[in-house]
């Protein structure tokens, strides 16, 4: 089976140095520091159109978790169709309620609106906040969801990879499992080779400074030190080194 390094890019910037370097699918966001919002059609026009890359769109409204309003959720179908309209092979998204239970209605809804585009129903990293992940996963199996993005519900992937290698092999040939968070090339091989997956998803970061960031007395920093002028784009040198180790 092939082996998928997924990078998750913040800018249309990010997703043409993954695609020079090599990579094939990625996870198209806007502001990756609150953890990745739903990414400008501009963004993904000019990617589609400048790049060979499988494109996964970000569909996030906002920042903190992932129990939406009805406000939130007009905001995200309008935006599911308009991305889906505008090329995109695929949507990342996820719904709870507040117990930590799959929304099953507004779930539903949005994979009838990816399938009527062919796209992939991507369930992000909502799951690791879910109640129960088995039950979840069964879950996601009925809505037609087609992969699940998880870290094994602890912060690194690493840290969770018994609960991916137990997730695979209960359900690995009805969903796919895509594992991340604070996947690199250092410990890649180490996850896939003990979970038995074939697909990781990494940022890749690296940082650029921006002068203006911090002038007099205003700053619009959103790093810490040492990067307090800079920001993160994806690096071509580290895409380049996962896709050759694969």
Same mark, same amino acid.
């Given at each position: 089976? &092939? !082996?998928?390094? @997924? /990078?998750?890019?913040?800018?249309? %910037?990010?997703?043409?140095? #993954?695609?020079?370097?090599? =990579?094939?699918?990625?996870?198209?966001?806007?502001?990756?520091?609150?953890?990745?919002?739903?990414?400008?059609?501009?963004?993904?026009?000019?990617?589609?159109?400048?790049?060979?890359?499988?494109?996964?769109?970000?569909?996030?409204?906002?920042?903190?978790?992932?129990?939406?309003?009805?406000?939130?959720?007009?905001?995200?179908?309008?935006?599911?169709?308009?991305?889906?309209?505008?090329?995109?092979?695929?949507?990342?998204?996820?719904?709870?309620?507040?117990?930590?239970?799959?929304?099953? &209605? !507004?779930?539903? @809804? /949005?994979?009838?609106?990816?399938? %009527?585009?062919?796209?992939? #129903?991507?369930?992000?990293? =909502?799951?690791?906040?879910?109640?129960?992940?088995?039950?979840?996963?069964?879950?996601?199996?009925?809505?037609?969801?087609?992969?699940?993005?998880?870290?094994?519900?602890?912060?690194?992937?690493?840290?969770?990879?018994?609960?991916?290698?137990?997730?695979?092999?209960?359900?690995?040939?009805?969903?796919?499992?895509?594992?991340?968070?604070?996947?690199?090339?250092?410990?890649?091989?180490?996850?896939?080779?003990?979970?038995?997956?074939?697909?990781?998803?990494?940022?890749?970061?690296?940082?650029?400074?921006?002068?203006?960031?911090?002038?007099?007395?205003?700053?619009?920093?959103?790093?810490?030190?040492?990067?307090?002028?800079?920001?993160?784009?994806?690096?071509?040198?580290?895409?380049?080194?996962?896709?050759?180790?694969?």
């Amino acid at each position: 089976m &092939e !082996k998928i390094v @997924e /990078i998750c890019c913040g800018s249309y %910037e990010d997703a043409y140095n #993954a695609d020079r370097a090599g =990579a094939k699918r990625i996870e198209l966001n806007s502001a990756l520091h609150l953890g990745g919002l739903t990414p400008s059609l501009a963004t993904l026009v000019l990617t589609k159109k400048n790049t060979n890359l499988s494109v996964i769109s970000m569909l996030r409204p906002r920042g903190a978790g992932f129990h939406y309003s009805d406000v939130d959720y007009e905001v995200m179908k309008m935006d599911a169709e308009l991305l889906m309209k505008n090329g995109s092979d695929g949507l990342a998204f996820g719904f709870l309620t507040e117990d930590g239970e799959v929304d099953k &209605e !507004k779930t539903a @809804e /949005i994979v009838k609106i990816i399938k %009527e585009y062919n796209g992939e #129903a991507v369930f992000h990293r =909502a799951f690791d906040c879910v109640a129960d992940p088995y039950k979840t996963m069964e879950t996601l199996i009925e809505l037609g969801i087609d992969r699940v993005l998880t870290s094994g519900l602890e912060p690194k992937a690493i840290e969770g990879k018994e609960v991916i290698k137990n997730l695979l092999e209960k359900y690995g040939d009805k969903i796919e499992i895509l594992a991340g968070s604070g996947v690199n090339i250092s410990n890649m091989d180490e996850i896939m080779d003990y979970t038995g997956i074939n697909q990781v998803h990494s940022s890749c970061k690296a940082w650029v400074e921006d002068p203006t960031t911090h002038k007099n007395n205003v700053s619009y920093s959103y790093a810490s030190a040492p990067n307090e002028m800079n920001y993160d784009v994806v690096s071509y040198e580290l895409v380049k080194n996962m896709i050759e180790n694969l």
